[in-house]
């Protein structure tokens, strides 16, 4: 097994830059990276800017099995297999009541080594992602700020940048390219000046999360499980991941206003208070440390009302995000980039950049989207139990499996809503609705 260490401290930090690029990715998360490597194999000129150093931290650190094939397609999955990132073969639901649930092996469901799957550090993963741009021809430079997009008329037509440097001193710069695809998560920074950015009004949460070194693991293929329990009267749930070197990842997330109420309890005491609702969670951290202080994030459930344009185009959480509770992040960041790199490099055969012919995949993708979506709904939903759904319609735990595997994008996947009914709020309804689900 090797150990993906941060060896390569912030390799791309002093990368000089030209002025003009065939595309420019901003931002060098999974999405930014993974359409950089995509772009940049087919002889594409790249530019890459992330404004972090890498490796950087980020939360968001339990992948989905339908990873597999853009890691396949990047070469990355020799890496990953010999990597120390644990091995993720199922999600485990434990209720409000405490009843720890079958888990949802995906093996059993479709037996292919695709379905398993890893927790992963983040600011490994996404250097290693980061890499295997550079080494395919993409030009990366961290330490780079995206003060702006340019615009003429309609049309984005480059970025202005400060590319930091301590020792010679900042540089604002303007970057000129065909086109600009932006990744920079949730800054979002084309949806953010275009005022298109809408927060989902339905998903008002908090978050806070922590490390815990030594907390209690299952055994065999069950120790790199996702765990993902309820607290007593569904005021909040907790995510347990575990991580390499002993160290577990524990989220705990619910409505905004009770997870930050404003009334000077520090995030310690709200992560305790909700603790102390979850025997399951307590019994596994009792023996643990913690590492570091509580992170905290909030009102990170949005979509772009507008994701492609002329010249530009969103991927990623620059596109849109639903919810942490099924690890849906990555993937679908993955996802659209890949699917955004084709459309681009089609665009380019065909001599049509055009924003219909960049924006292609956006129904599918916002389709995919819509299942996690709905599903997440469910799970709020507060007189909604998947184990009574279950027994009723038994026959639909498989469309379940496919949607935890983040298989959201097969036709027919989305039959398994017919039948929850009223608990599934129409897709379009937190537009205007002023209900958030507890
Ligand atoms: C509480 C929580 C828990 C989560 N848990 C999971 C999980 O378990 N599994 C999962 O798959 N997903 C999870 N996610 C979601 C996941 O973290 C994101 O969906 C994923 O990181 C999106 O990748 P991205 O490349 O689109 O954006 P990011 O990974 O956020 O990358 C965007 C990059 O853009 C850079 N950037 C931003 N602004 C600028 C600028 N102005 N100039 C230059 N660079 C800029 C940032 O530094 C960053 O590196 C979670 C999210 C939250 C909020």
């Known amino acids: 097994m090797i150990q993906i260490s941060p060896s390569t401290q912030c390799p791309y930090m002093k990368t000089p830059v030209q002025d003009q690029y065939d595309v420019l990715v901003l931002g060098g998360g999974p999405a930014g990276a993974t359409c950089a490597a995509l772009l940049a194999e087919k002889g594409k000129r790249v530019l890459l800017l992330e404004r972090g150093l890498t490796p950087r931290f980020h939360v968001g650190e339990s992948l989905l099995p339908k990873c597999y094939p853009t890691l396949k397609r990047l070469g990355l ?26 888990p949802f ?18 600011g490994d993963f996404d250097s290693l992602l980061l890499s295997k741009a550079a080494e395919n021809g993409a030009v990366i430079r961290t330490n780079a700020h995206i003060m702006d997009v340019l615009f003429e008329g309609q049309r984005a037509v480059g970025v202005k940048v400060k590319l930091k440097d301590p020792e010679a001193g900042d540089e604002v710069r303007e970057i000129r390219a065909d086109l600009t695809v932006d990744a920079t998560g949730q800054s979002a920074v084309i949806a953010t000046r275009l005022g298109v950015k809408k927060s989902d009004p339905l998903l008002k949460k908090g978050t806070i999360w922590g490390y815990f070194e030594n907390a209690l693991r299952d055994e065999g293929r069950d120790e790199g499980a996702t765990i993902i329990m309820q607290t007593a009267g569904k005021s909040s749930w907790f995510w347990y991941i575990p991580l390499s ?22 995030p310690a ?5 909700e603790l102390a609702k979850c025997p399951e969670m307590q019994r596994r951290l009792e023996p643990s440390t913690q590492h570091g202080d509580f992170k905290t994030t909030k ?49 380019y055969e065909k001599n049509d950049l055009s924003p219909e012919q960049l924006g292609r995949w956006n129904d599918n993708y916002t389709a995919g989207l819509e299942n996690f979506k709905r599903l997440v709904y469910a799970f709020y939903a507060p007189q909604f139990s998947f184990g009574d ?3 009723e319609y038994p026959e639909y735990r498989n469309h379940m499996t496919d949607i935890l595997m983040g298989d ?3 036709p027919g996947v989305d039959e398994i809503f017919d039948k929850m009914g009223d608990v599934i709020p129409p897709s379009d309804v937190g537009e205007e609705s002023e209900t958030v689900i507890a």
């Open 299 to 347: 009102d990170f459930s949005y979509r772009a009302q507008q994701t492609v344009g002329e010249g530009w185009v969103l991927i990623g959480d620059a596109f849109g995000f639903i919810d942490p509770v099924y690890s849906s992040g990555v993937l679908l960041a993955m996802a659209s980039a890949e699917m955004a790199a084709d459309a681009i490099l089609d665009g």
């Open 105 to 122: 092996y995906f093996d059993e469901y479709i037996p292919h080594e695709s379905s398993q799957t890893w927790q992963v550090e983040r």
């Open 77 to 102: 999955l020799e890496t990953m297999k010999q990597s120390a990132f644990p091995k993720k073969y199922s999600v485990q639901f434990v209720t409000e009541m405490g009843k720890v649930t079958k």
């Open 245 to 266: 070197n002993n160290i577990v990842s524990v989220g705990c997330t619910g409505s905004m206003n009770y997870m930050f109420a404003g009334d000077g309890t520090t």
């Open 408 to 410: 959201v994008f097969k």
């Open 269 to 273: 005491e709200v992560f305790n208070r």
């Open 389 to 391: 759904f279950f027994k």
